[in-house]
């Protein structure tokens, strides 16, 4: 089993930035792929980024692209979501998940999902 517990999220006003830190415990994840998603009230969960287990492939959607950055460390257990000129169609609940790729991972298909933490973004 593995538990994930996401932190960082924050009311911050638009073109600011916030990052997003998630922590692995009961089970080391150098062996997966790795990914955060977020949902808004009223809308469906939304893939935002993936890397796989050594941070060599990574993918994001493109509402992102350019603006996050995701990352990971292995020794740490953790993986981080920096995200820079955030939008007021950011706001959402952030959560993490760890999968066997990053391709299943982008279709949703994650092993273990985490609790979220809520970004807020003001205009």
């Known amino acids: 089993q593995v538990q994930l517990v996401a932190s960082g999220g924050a009311l911050v006003q638009a073109g600011g930035s916030l990052r997003l830190s998630c922590i692995a415990s009961?089970?080391?994840?150098?062996?997966?792929?790795m990914a955060w998603f977020r949902q808004a009230p009223g809308k469906e969960r939304e893939f935002v980024a993936a890397i796989d287990w050594s941070g060599d492939i990574i993918h994001y959607v493109d509402s992102v692209q350019g603006r996050f950055t995701i990352s990971r460390d292995n020794a740490k257990n953790t993986v981080d979501l920096q995200m820079d000129s955030l939008k007021p169609e950011d706001t959402a609940v952030y959560f993490c998940?760890?999968?066997?790729?990053?391709?299943?991972?982008?279709?949703?298909?994650?092993?273990?999902w985490g609790q979220g933490t809520q970004v807020t973004v003001s205009s």
């Open positions: 998940a760890a999968g066997g790729s990053v391709m299943a991972l982008t279709n949703g298909r994650g092993d273990y």
């Open positions: 009961g089970r080391t994840l150098s062996t997966f792929a």
